[in-house]
């Protein structure tokens, strides 16, 4: 095994499936099934969830709602998007608590560094609802604030692209995929791979990000095996890997 503790970042998004809104019950079971596998290899798994596919601060302007209020909306679409995850883990026999950045307490425990650390150690799934709990973030910050609080190996950011392109791959027939590439190079090239504040965190903790495809089956336990799957951002400043 690779990595001894993950943690896992998939975007409220992706839970939607085909549909416009909210979840897909196919893409639930599919995404616990793929944690279970790596949960079961003896990794220690932690996920942060996103809640786009429901609603995202930025929203709130066409609502005509204050962006504080929208943000804290935000937050709780990632707790309910959280407990729908939590319930197909544990249907699948995969143990789990979730923690949330806000108090919520009939349905989530409290957000406290060494519960889930504890957590974990135990083997079980931790799942962290509500991004960090303040408004302004998003929850692929909360996942690289998660991740070196707990001491995670790794950041992986599950997407439904294969990794790290130099143009969109879905636009541009020509883009280049990077295998590896460092913080640096991922910054002066402009490349999107997290927002800012959370691309930066990794990089001042030297926390190593991978990008890869969560919709390709296996994929998360190949990851785990140490098979090069997706695109590593790391400190290395190697000659990046391109490759059609
Ligand atoms: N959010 C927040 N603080 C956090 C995490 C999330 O205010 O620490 C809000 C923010 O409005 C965000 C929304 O919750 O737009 C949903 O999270 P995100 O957009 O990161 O979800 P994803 O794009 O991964 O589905």
């Known amino acids: 095994m690779k990595y001894k503790r993950i943690l896992l970042k998939l975007s409220g998004e992706s839970l939607m499936g085909e549909q416009q809104y909210g979840i897909d019950s196919g893409m639930l079971l599919k995404y616990a099934q793929e944690i279970k596998e790596v949960s079961a290899m003896g990794v220690e798994v932690a996920v942060v969830i996103g809640g786009g596919n429901i609603f995202r601060g ?10 504080v209020q929208g943000d804290y909306m935000g937050m709780l679409a990632t707790v309910i998007n959280s407990m729908a995850l939590q ?6 026999g995969v143990y789990t608590r979730l923690l949330s950045g806000i108090n919520i307490q009939q349905v989530c425990e409290p957000y406290i560094r060494r519960r889930a650390v504890r957590h974990l150690e135990k083997g079980r799934v931790v799942i962290f609802g509500a991004g960090i709990g303040s408004p302004y973030f998003t929850t ?6 998660r991740a070196i609080e707990i001491e995670a ?6 997407t439904r692209v294969d990794g790290i392109y ?15 590439i460092s913080f640096k190079d ?3 090239k402009g490349l999107n791979v997290m927002d800012m504040t959370a691309f930066t965190l990794c990089k001042e903790n030297n926390l190593p990000i991978i990008v890869f495809n969560m919709n390709k089956a ?3 336990k190949r990851l785990v ?16 890997t391109l490759t059609q």
């Open 58 to 67: 930025v929203q709130a302007d066409e609502f005509g709602l204050d962006r």
């Open 186 to 188: 991922v910054f002066e």
């Open 166 to 180: 130099s143009a969109d791959p879905e636009k541009d027939p020509n883009a280049e995929f990077y295998s590896n």
């Open 87 to 92: 319930s197909a883990l544990e249907k699948a």
């Open 218 to 220: 296996g994929n998360l």
């Open 140 to 145: 692929d910050s909360a996942a690289s604030l």
């Open 153 to 158: 190996d790794v950041v992986l950011k599950g």
């Open 225 to 240: 095996d140490g098979e090069s799957v997706g695109t590593l951002v790391s400190m290395t400043d190697m000659e990046e």
